[in-house]
Each structure stands twice: as structure tokens, then as C-alpha cells.
């Protein structure tokens, strides 16, 4: 019998693939060609690379090697700096042990008055991906990816490395994507701490040392979150090419999500 039509289109779209492996170099058929490693920049020569306004000026502070894979960076009441060190965020393509507890928060200090930090900490070590940092009086509270945990960090001794941990406030633990989880909070100038994605804000009782839950919209932040100098918290999120938004109302009230904006 005669061969269908369906048969024979199959027929000859299989001598055309057949034949494409044929004429393709060794180095096509094998996957992209390898490329050359790009050279990487000096901290000190990308620093000549940035553009600035007239008036204003970039000085180097801190660099490699005393922190690695940095993700958020915080300041206390006497200058020093913490450091949030994402050590297994994406090491491949494939993401491989991202949960190992092996980041940091590292505490960095400038001992001569010249504006640079010369004394470096490991202030925590052994860690999942912390990506919350707020420095209270002598505490560090820290946020760690995959739990809505918070934990106050204190150093008793002096020597630098926190060696007391006590909970500053128990929210449970959650999954999903690390990229879609909390980060940020902020104490506003309304002494409410707010933090990206969840829809509820915290407030610190002084005198029972409890913290304090309440609910608000949602806020539409994903990685950025800071405060101006009004006590306006200004979000980011990072979907869409989109900067600053949803400061256009108290955000207790959420996100204004317009066509456009």
C-alpha cells in the first residue's frame, strides 16, 4: 500500500535532522564553543569605573577577602558593620547544597579613625542563608532563609563573637523559593518593624521585652527595604525591572498596585 501523508512528513523530517547533524561542526553538535574567563576588576580598579554627580565622591571601605558573597549590610550605633554572607547562595547552576549552614554575619570595625575598617569578626558563624539584620542596643537581631524566626545575638565577653542567642520573636517555619522570602526589617520612625512580603508588621513592648504582631495589606517588596528620612518605608520589588514603589500611601494599608507605575 501506499505510505500516508502523515508517514512521510515524519520520513522527511527525520533525513532533515539526520542531515543538519551531518553538516554541523564537531564543536556545534558537542554544545557552545568553550569561552575565555572574563577578567575580573580589582576593587580598586572598579572604583575608578563608576560615574558619579558632580559633588559627590566613592571611597573603598571594605573588600575581598574579608567578606564573601556580602547580601545585606547594617550599621550600628558605633559605626561598625555587619555583614550578611550568603556563602551557598547559587555556587551552581543547579543550586547545589544552598542550604548548607555554612553563612555568616561577620563584624567589621575601624579601629584608627581613618573611615576604613581594619578589624574583622566572624560574629556567627554556621548559618542558612541569613538575609535579616537589625542592630538594637547590644543585640544583633538575624533572620535566617526557610523560617520566620527571629533571633537576638549578643556578644557577653567582649571578644567580639556573639555567644549568646535567645529568640526575639517565633513566627514558625516556611519554604518556598529563597528568593520569595523576607527580608529587610526596618524600625520605622511610627516604632514598627516592617519587613518585605509579609503582610503584618512588629512592635517591641519596652517594658515586657515581648514582641507584638499586626496584620497590614501586603506590601509588594521583595529584596529592598529602606526608610527616608520622613519614616517613609520605600520597597523594592524585583519583579519586571521595577525600583522604589508602593510609597504613594502608608503601607500599613498595603501595596497600591496601578496599571503602569
Do not use: C
Not at 547533524?21 to 558537542?30: D, E, H, M, R, Y
Not at 542558612?128 to 533572620?143: F, S
Amino acid at each position: 500500500s501506499r505510505p500516508s501523508i502523515t508517514a512521510k512528513m515524519i520520513w522527511t523530517f527525520l533525513s532533515l535532522v539526520a542531515a543538519l547533524f551531518v553538516v554541523l561542526p564537531a564543536s556545534a553538535q558537542n554544545g557552545f564553543p568553550p569561552q575565555p574567563v572574563p577578567k575580573f576588576l580589582s576593587p580598586t580598579e572598579s572604583q575608578k569605573l563608576f560615574q558619579l554627580p558632580e559633588g559627590y565622591s566613592l571611597e573603598l571601605v571594605l573588600s575581598e577577602p574579608q567578606i564573601k558573597e556580602p547580601a545585606v549590610a547594617v550599621f550600628d550605633g558605633d559605626g561598625n558593620m555587619f555583614v550578611a554572607e550568603m556563602r551557598t547562595y547559587m555556587q551552581d547552576i543547579d543550586g547545589s547544597g544552598k542550604y548548607n549552614k555554612v553563612s555568616r554575619v561577620s563584624k567589621h570595625m575601624d579601629t584608627n579613625g581613618d573611615g576604613k575598617y581594619d578589624k574583622h569578626i566572624v560574629f556567627i558563624d554556621k548559618l542558612m542563608l541569613p538575609r535579616i539584620l537589625l542592630p538594637l542596643d547590644d543585640r544583633l537581631i538575624v533572620g535566617e532563609t526557610n523560617t520566620n524566626d527571629l533571633f537576638a545575638y549578643r556578644d557577653t565577653d567582649g571578644d567580639g563573637v556573639a555567644d549568646e542567642k535567645k529568640p526575639f520573636y517565633i513566627g514558625g517555619n516556611r519554604g518556598g523559593n529563597l528568593e520569595h522570602q523576607p527580608s529587610g526589617l526596618i524600625w520605622s520612625m511610627d516604632n514598627w518593624l516592617y519587613t518585605t512580603y509579609n503582610a503584618h508588621r512588629l512592635r517591641l513592648d519596652p517594658e515586657t521585652g515581648t514582641v507584638r504582631k499586626e496584620g497590614t495589606g501586603n506590601n509588594g517588596g521583595q529584596w529592598g527595604l529602606t526608610q527616608d528620612n520622613h519614616g517613609k518605608p520605600w520597597y523594592v520589588n524585583a519583579g519586571g525591572e521595577r525600583g522604589p514603589l508602593n510609597f504613594q500611601v502608608p503601607i500599613v494599608y498595603g501595596a497600591l498596585n496601578t496599571g503602569d507605575q
